[in-house]
């Protein structure tokens, strides 16, 4: 029989008030407060609390605080990965990311949902669907990305824009909901 961390990882509807969650977010909401209370001149207990926090991080991520997460452990970050101040990752199942992706401030990025029948969602029960945002890719600020989406390298997102569904490489994408705009002319 599956734990409820494993059917929250697998996109299953779990119990998010299981007790290893709840001691996972506890700990994690910790080194966010230690995190979001350094200093710009600590760089070097930043990097050692964002190693503890994203563990699956690739050398060169760039926080700049605060920032909020739910567990970090199922963040999944390329090199030199850029989040400016205030973003939010819900990360209740994976969230990759590829190498040199920026993200404006206030961007939201949410595995998290819950079910669209009342009755089913009363019971406090909830799931959570991945999210992949590829390389080179720049999300502007105030943008959310829900769900399930997937974005392909080299895009842009334009700020302010709410990202329902899949967005393909190499475009300009935005809008509520986000929609391609203009395909990039790739460089050499």
Same mark, same amino acid.
């Given at each position: 029989?599956?734990?409820?961390? #494993?059917?929250?990882?697998?996109?299953?509807?779990?119990?998010?008030?299981?007790?290893?969650?709840?001691?996972?977010?506890?700990?994690?909401?910790?080194?966010? %407060?230690?995190?979001?209370?350094?200093? #710009?001149?600590?760089? #070097?207990?930043?990097?050692?609390?964002? %190693?503890?926090?994203?563990?699956?991080?690739?050398? +060169?991520?760039?926080?700049?605080?605060?920032?909020?997460?739910?567990?970090?452990?199922?963040?999944?970050?390329?090199? %030199?990965?850029?989040?400016?101040?205030?973003?939010?990752?819900?990360?209740?199942?994976?969230?990759?990311?590829?190498?040199?992706?920026?993200? +404006?401030?206030?961007?939201?990025?949410?595995?998290?949902?819950?079910?669209?029948?009342?009755?089913?969602?009363?019971?406090?029960?909830?799931?959570? %669907?991945? @999210?992949?945002? +590829?390389?080179?890719?720049?999300?502007?600020?105030?943008?959310?990305?829900?769900?399930?989406?997937?974005?392909?390298?080299?895009? @842009?997102?334009?700020? +302010?824009?709410?990202?329902?569904?899949?967005?393909?490489?190499?475009?300009?994408?935005?809008?509520?909901?986000?929609?391609?705009?203009?395909?990039?002319?790739?460089?050499?």
């Amino acid at each position: 029989m599956k734990t409820e961390k #494993e059917k929250m990882l697998d996109g299953e509807m779990y119990d998010p008030l299981d007790p290893q969650l709840s001691e996972e977010r506890m700990r994690t909401r910790l080194l966010i %407060k230690a995190l979001n209370d350094t200093r #710009e001149d600590q760089t #070097e207990e930043r990097t050692r609390l964002l %190693k503890e926090l994203i563990p699956q991080a690739q050398a +060169g991520l760039w926080l700049q605080p605060p920032f909020y997460c739910d567990y970090g452990s199922n963040m999944i970050v390329g090199e %030199k990965v850029f989040f400016n101040f205030n973003c939010i990752v819900l990360d209740v199942t994976y969230v990759k990311i590829g190498s040199r992706t920026l993200f +404006g401030p206030n961007v939201q990025i949410y595995t998290a949902t819950h079910p669209t029948d009342y009755q089913e969602r009363a019971s406090g029960r909830e799931f959570a %669907k991945p @999210i992949a945002i +590829g390389e080179d890719v720049w999300v502007g600020g105030s943008a959310i990305i829900c769900p399930g989406v997937n974005i392909g390298d080299r895009s @842009i997102i334009g700020a +302010g824009s709410v990202v329902t569904r899949d967005i393909p490489a190499d475009v300009f994408a935005a809008g509520n909901p986000c929609k391609v705009i203009r395909h990039l002319k790739p460089t050499a």
